[in-house]
């Protein structure tokens, strides 16, 4: 006790007047301010000290600071004090403080003064920033997380299959790092068999483990639990509920989080852990974020799929009726059987050569399909009539595009059908029929179908006449391109027989 005492004296010779001012001072902080020597022995402390040492701030003068306030024998690795000291300048640093296991901020400041033998003297100011530096980190884990869902929401915009979506997701899930996780994982969804899950992403996954997991069923092993459950499956090591065990397995653990939707387990995402790692909450928060936007990403992929599904029945169905309009017209006319087909054929021909959409491509082929479907109401006779026609006959023919319009107005086409059928004998010059409409307010799927309606026609025998042959046909709309027909229409026909070798079947 003499000796702690004659410590005591022998530091505390800091002017008394000093003194008395810089404890009125200190004492009205409410962190923890002392001072210390270059020894690390405390010289003065303020009332805020008994924070985190209990008792008179008086009875920690002549202390050994490491060992009052830390509990240590000696410096700890990145002391802030024993920096100042070797540098001669304020040292401010914040840590994890060894004895509470809070965060800190620490600063060391010169103050000029020296004790009695001659050892420098420094403020000592520390004040608890736990609560700042956990909502840093809790901001930070925000901004990770919402990167990170941004990132998958961006992936599920692909135009690729859900499964490559998965795989897309996954793998950046595995790049991650600050996940603690191995590289190791799967995602595995609920398909055709309800009760069964099976595997369509994975990462880092042996042939042995592919095979093992590849399906695995409600209630078995951690997925499968995790997927009869509805709720996450944690083990820090391979326990009783790890069932799918195979020999050369090694040590590990898991997160199985299921992806749920509208209250039914559609998949579990399977992330591999190190043997003994802690159950952590922001892991598992954010790997339950990542499965609610799988959920939707899942939803709305099979959504889109079963959509394109419908279109494709409805369309097959329509094409179904178009076909069957198409034979009832070759039933009026025979002499014109194929026809309609062989038009749809160049026309979609012609379609693809200029770059249209692929809606318009298929507008065209269907509208080509059912082009001539007024035709049903001409009188076969005048349909079949060998030789030259009266006037009034053929005037009777060029009611057909009007009739056939009038036939499927009221039939719901994803495309302008009964328009490009009414258009199909209007011409660039205003010269054609029923309307006298002119250049680009005829549907460019109508100007198209117009020429491939003269070729196809021209090359083939009809009742009044012999076949005319291709280079009759190609030589018409040679020669009336432009006041007839358009131009780049022709062009892309003429390129499809004399450079791509095109013909008709």
Same mark, same amino acid.
């Given at each position: ?9 022998? =530091?505390? !010779? ?96 010169? !103050?000029? +003064?020296? !004790? ?17 530096? @956990? ?26 299959? +859900?499964? =490559? @979506? ?109 043997? =003994?790692?802690? @159950?952590?909450? =922001? ?68 379609? /693809? ?48 595009? @009007? ?19 009414? /258009? ?82």
């Amino acid at each position: 006790m003499r000796k702690k005492i004659e410590i005591q004296e022998e =530091k505390r !010779t800091i002017d008394p007047m000093i003194s008395s001012n810089l404890i009125n001072i200190i004492n009205s902080l409410p962190f923890y301010v002392m001072l210390v020597d270059e020894d690390h022995h405390i010289l003065l402390a303020n009332h805020a000290v008994k924070k985190i040492f209990s008792g008179d701030p008086d009875q920690l003068i002549g202390e050994y600071c490491p060992k009052a306030m830390h509990g240590l024998d000696g410096p700890f690795a990145g002391c802030p004090l024993e920096e100042s000291v070797k540098k001669g300048c304020a040292v401010e640093r914040e840590f994890i403080e060894p004895k509470s296991g809070r965060w800190v901020s620490s600063g060391i400041y010169p !103050t000029g +003064l020296k !004790t009695s033998n001659h050892r420098a003297v420094f403020f000592h100011m520390t004040h608890d920033i736990t609560e700042r530096k @956990q909502a840093q980190e809790k901001l930070l884990s925000s901004y990770q997380t919402q990167a990170v869902l941004s990132k998958l929401l961006n992936i599920s915009l692909l135009d690729i299959s +859900l499964e =490559k @979506q998965l795989q897309l997701i996954l793998d950046h899930i595995m790049s991650i790092p600050w996940l603690e996780l191995k590289s190791k994982g799967s995602i595995f969804l609920v398909e055709d068999n309800p009760g069964f899950l099976v595997m369509k992403a994975h990462y880092g996954f042996s042939p042995q483990l592919l095979k093992t997991c590849k399906e695995i069923s409600f209630g078995h092993c951690l997925c499968g639990r995790a997927a009869s459950s509805g709720q996450v499956e944690f083990a820090d090591c391979v326990d009783s509920r790890h069932e799918n065990q195979y020999q050369g397995m090694s040590p590990h653990g898991h997160y199985c989080v299921p992806i749920r939707t509208a209250g039914k387990v559609v998949g579990v995402i399977n992330m591999y852990i190190e043997e =003994k790692h802690k @159950q952590n909450k =922001k892991e598992e928060e954010f790997l339950c974020a990542v499965a609610d936007v799988l959920a939707g990403i899942i939803k709305r992929q099979r959504s889109e799929d079963e959509i394109k599904q419908n279109l494709r029945d409805l369309r097959q169905a329509m094409e179904g009726s178009v076909e069957l309009t198409t034979l009832m017209v070759e039933a009026k006319d025979p002499y014109t059987a194929g026809h309609q087909r062989q038009v749809s054929i160049l026309s979609c021909a012609i379609a /693809q050569e200029m770059n249209l959409s692929e809606e318009q491509i298929e507008g065209t082929k269907i509208a080509g399909l059912i082009h001539d479907l007024g035709k049903i109401s001409i009188p076969s006779e005048i349909l079949s009539k060998p030789g030259r026609i009266t006037d009034l006959e053929f005037n009777l023919i060029k009611n057909h595009p @009007q009739i056939g319009y009038d036939i499927l107005k009221t039939t719901q086409f994803p495309w302008p059908i009964k328009e490009i059928v009414l /258009q199909h004998h209007e011409r660039m010059n205003g010269s054609g029929y029923p309307s006298g409409l002119s250049g680009e307010s005829i549907l460019i799927e109508a100007r198209i179908l117009g020429v491939a309606d003269v070729v196809e026609a021209m090359s083939s025998h009809r009742p009044y006449r012999p076949a005319l042959g291709i280079d009759k046909a190609l030589e018409e709309i040679s020669q009336n391109k432009g006041t007839l027909y358009d131009p780049q229409v022709v062009d892309a026909c003429l390129k499809l027989f004399r450079k791509k070798g095109f013909t008709f079947k």
